[in-house]
């Protein structure tokens, strides 16, 4: 099953949520700001899809311009990239859906269907 962190308030995750459901597509919704994933958690994922550490980041978000990780993130070690991730949901991008090897941030219509139907 699919795990899919969200924003329950976030439209993009409403639209990647309604997509799955009128697809038949199984998935357990969590909230990020709630249930954020462990440091182990994320250390999993990034082994098991292959997924760049960074690109787990909102760059876009609120969260990360105020702390300055534009200019400070490409320097930080992996561990502190993971301390800040479990830090604060709100730094995650969302939403986070993965299912073992397979992984999607944001919504993509076309990047859902190719790795989800």
């Known amino acids: 099953m699919i795990k899919f962190y969200q924003l329950p308030n ?3 995750c409403r639209t990647a949520a309604k997509f799955l459901k009128d697809n038949g597509v199984s998935f357990e919704p969590i909230s990020i700001v709630e249930h954020t994933p462990t440091a182990k958690e994320f250390k999993a994922i990034i082994d098991q899809t292959g997924v760049a550490i960074d690109k787990l980041f909102n760059a876009n978000g609120t969260k990360f311009k105020s702390l300055g990780l534009k200019e400070k993130l490409s320097t930080l070690p ?5 301390e800040l991730l479990t ?3 709100m730094l995650v991008k969302r939403p986070l859906a993965v299912n073992g090897s397979a992984i999607t941030l944001g919504f993509k219509e076309d ?5 989800w139907l």
């Open 10 to 12: 976030c439209s993009t």
């Open 78 to 82: 992996e561990d502190e990239k993971l």
């Open 87 to 89: 830090s604060d949901g």
């Open 111 to 115: 990047e859902y269907r190719k790795t």
